[in-house]
């Protein structure tokens, strides 16, 4: 109990200076049929695979911030940016953009009144109502995740992101925080993770960069059965 309450004023504290409002009033509840951890599926989810709504602590969020060392040339997509804390937290530093992917309507919403009134931004912040895995993932070169979907979403954002990476060489870094697909991430030859850590509270975040030279080579191509990756 007294944990809550010490939890709930720190909350309002980091929101009140940030002016903002991103958790939630009620517990989530989803369908009988839908299993707890997962969120109420929206027709617009490709696989529904999405997740119940949650966002990083702000002790633990602008750790992990400061430890990314953004320059004033990043992009950053925070994808299921949910009601936008990680995005407000961001565009408070000096970076070339914040984008923010969210499947529900009502999230976005609330996340585009954060922005809106978010006190001291530096950076501009764009929120993207859409999903995941069909949404444009171009030019960003920091993806962040709060484990907010499933493997099979998990595996056509990082297709995509590889993808954009084809059209538009750059080094990118992926940081998936409540690191629970994380065989997902490991099974991708163009990732290395170059670092990994427990947050206190004890969620387990890892940080991924794109391996320099990598290309994908299609079987037609490669002259094998099967598509692979090779060094350029």
């Known amino acids: 109990m007294i944990q809550r309450i010490i939890k709930r004023g720190w909350v309002s504290l980091n929101e ?11 517990a989530p509840t989803s369908p009988k049929k839908i299993r707890w951890w997962q969120g109420e599926h ?48 961001v565009a408070r530093r000096r970076v070339h953009k914040c984008v ?29 109502c859409s999903d995941a895995a069909t949404a444009n993932l171009s030019g960003g070169t920091v993806y962040f995740m ?12 990082l297709s995509q992101i590889h993808a954009s990476l084809q059209e538009e060489p750059r080094t ?11 065989t997902v991430l490991a099974s991708a030859e163009w990732l290395n ?5 427990t947050t206190y509270g004890g969620h387990r975040v890892t940080l991924w960069e794109n391996v320099p030279g990598t290309v994908w080579v299609s079987s037609s191509i490669a002259n094998s059965s099967r598509d692979r990756y090779i060094r350029s």
């Open 16 to 26: 009140s200076i940030l002016n903002i409002e991103t958790e939630p009033h009620d």
């Open 42 to 89: 929206s027709s617009l989810a490709k696989h529904h695979d999405n997740l119940v709504y949650g966002t990083p602590d702000y002790w633990n969020l602008r750790k992990v911030v400061r430890r990314l060392k953004l320059a004033e040339t990043d992009v950053f997509f925070d994808l299921g940016c949910g009601m936008g804390r990680v995005l407000c937290i």
């Open 100 to 128: 923010g992917i969210e499947l529900f309507d009502s999230l976005c919403l609330v996340a585009k009144r954060n922005a809106k009134h978010l006190r001291r931004r530096k950076a501009p912040i764009e929120i993207i």
């Open 146 to 157: 709060f484990n907010p979907f499933g493997q099979d979403t998990l595996t056509e954002v």
């Open 172 to 182: 990118i870094r992926i940081v998936y925080y409540n690191a629970q697909y994380q």
């Open 193 to 197: 993770c170059v670092e990994e850590w």
